[in-house]
């Protein structure tokens, strides 16, 4: 079964990408592909042959190597189709999802000393502290930055360019009952023993979404909410497949890789897509919606402090 089941998921992974590169030859260019995206696929190409070859330091840090040239290779392709992409036309932007990223992954690690749904272990080098904490930041950068530019990719083939969002609506009249159910989601997790506590995670990746979409609608920062009142759906649905195809993407890459993380969580243990439990795999749409919504809010609200707290002229 492990076997089988490892064999889908590199032919999923395969059918994935062979799917993305057909989307991209098919459309038109705006601009030629820049170097840095030819880098990017190098350090992915490179970083897998090291990897299986257990050259350090790639083999232990393969998870952040293959995730910066994922990140450079698909914004040069943004920019190829748009002739404007994240990196080109606003890498303060990118630098901010970068540095945001680590604190924000390390809400989810708060709440995984108590619920204990993965552990990391490595192979290969016997790291310091320090080198441990780098290897960690640079995985922890990528975690926004991969599925916000994997939106933007997703869009920029045209996925979902007519999509309505027409039968969401409703949402808007609901915020301040999303608000209250995100705030529970996000508590009760953390009351309950860990016995229970273990199969709520589901909770946490829903909770975010719904007390922070409201809060981004309300404040005027980007919001999905706010694509939805006005019939976008391309967005919202271009996060849930973004989500799902960096799923993917992060469950194969670190199933060979020597510094990696294993999911202990007591659901679906014998029905393993990599690492993965099969199950979980419906939580990285909800991921990428909710690191959407927690980024704009924290990046924006910064922002609006720090300028508020300037000197004037």
Same mark, same amino acid.
């Given at each position: 079964m492990v076997f089988s089941l490892t064999t889908a998921g590199v032919a999923l992974t395969a059918a994935a990408v062979t799917l993305l590169v057909l989307s991209y030859s098919s459309r038109p260019r705006a601009a030629s592909f820049p170097l840095y995206g030819y880098l990017g696929l190098a350090m992915i190409a490179v970083g897998e042959w090291l990897m299986f070859q257990q050259v350090e330091p790639i083999f232990t840090y393969f998870t952040p190597w293959a995730w910066t040239g994922y990140i450079l290779a698909a914004d040069a392709a943004v920019f190829a189709l748009r002739g404007r992409s994240l990196l080109r036309s606003d890498p303060r932007e990118l630098a901010a999802m970068a540095l945001w990223s680590i604190p924000l992954w390390m809400i989810f690690e708060g709440y995984n000393l108590h619920l204990r749904n993965w552990i990391y272990y490595g192979v290969g080098m016997q790291l310091s502290l320090p080198a441990e904490l780098f290897g960690r930041a640079w995985a922890y950068a990528t975690i926004v930055p991969a599925l916000l530019v994997s939106a933007d =990719?997703? !869009?920029?083939?045209?996925?979902?360019?007519? !999509?309505?969002?027409?039968?969401? $609506?409703?949402?808007l009249r609901f915020q301040k009952p999303m608000m209250g159910v995100g705030v529970a989601f996000l508590i009760v997790p953390l009351l309950l023993p860990h016995r229970w506590a273990v199969y709520?995670? $589901?909770?946490?990746?829903? $909770?975010?979404?719904?007390l922070f979409e409201p809060l981004n609608y309300r404040r005027g920062h980007p919001s999905v909410l706010r694509d939805l009142e006005e019939n976008r759906g391309q967005r919202f649905y271009c996060l849930l497949a973004g989500g799902l195809?960096?799923?993917?993407?992060?469950?194969?890459?670190?199933?060979?890789?020597?510094?990696?993380?294993?999911?202990?969580?007591?659901? !679906?243990?014998?029905?393993? =897509?990599?690492?993965?439990?099969?199950? $979980?795999?419906?939580?990285?749409?909800?991921?990428?919606?909710?690191?959407? !919504?927690?980024?704009y809010f924290v990046s924006r609200e910064s922002r609006r402090l720090l300028k508020s707290r300037l000197p004037t002229k």
């Amino acid at each position: 079964m492990v076997f089988s089941l490892t064999t889908a998921g590199v032919a999923l992974t395969a059918a994935a990408v062979t799917l993305l590169v057909l989307s991209y030859s098919s459309r038109p260019r705006a601009a030629s592909f820049p170097l840095y995206g030819y880098l990017g696929l190098a350090m992915i190409a490179v970083g897998e042959w090291l990897m299986f070859q257990q050259v350090e330091p790639i083999f232990t840090y393969f998870t952040p190597w293959a995730w910066t040239g994922y990140i450079l290779a698909a914004d040069a392709a943004v920019f190829a189709l748009r002739g404007r992409s994240l990196l080109r036309s606003d890498p303060r932007e990118l630098a901010a999802m970068a540095l945001w990223s680590i604190p924000l992954w390390m809400i989810f690690e708060g709440y995984n000393l108590h619920l204990r749904n993965w552990i990391y272990y490595g192979v290969g080098m016997q790291l310091s502290l320090p080198a441990e904490l780098f290897g960690r930041a640079w995985a922890y950068a990528t975690i926004v930055p991969a599925l916000l530019v994997s939106a933007d =990719l997703l !869009a920029a083939l045209g996925w979902f360019e007519r !999509a309505s969002a027409r039968g969401w $609506g409703w949402l808007l009249r609901f915020q301040k009952p999303m608000m209250g159910v995100g705030v529970a989601f996000l508590i009760v997790p953390l009351l309950l023993p860990h016995r229970w506590a273990v199969y709520l995670f $589901g909770l946490v990746w829903l $909770g975010f979404i719904f007390l922070f979409e409201p809060l981004n609608y309300r404040r005027g920062h980007p919001s999905v909410l706010r694509d939805l009142e006005e019939n976008r759906g391309q967005r919202f649905y271009c996060l849930l497949a973004g989500g799902l195809l960096c799923g993917l993407l992060w469950e194969f890459w670190n199933y060979w890789a020597g510094g990696r993380w294993e999911y202990i969580f007591p659901v !679906a243990q014998d029905w393993k =897509l990599f690492e993965m439990p099969l199950p $979980g795999y419906l939580g990285f749409p909800f991921f990428a919606l909710e690191c959407y !919504a927690l980024y704009y809010f924290v990046s924006r609200e910064s922002r609006r402090l720090l300028k508020s707290r300037l000197p004037t002229k």
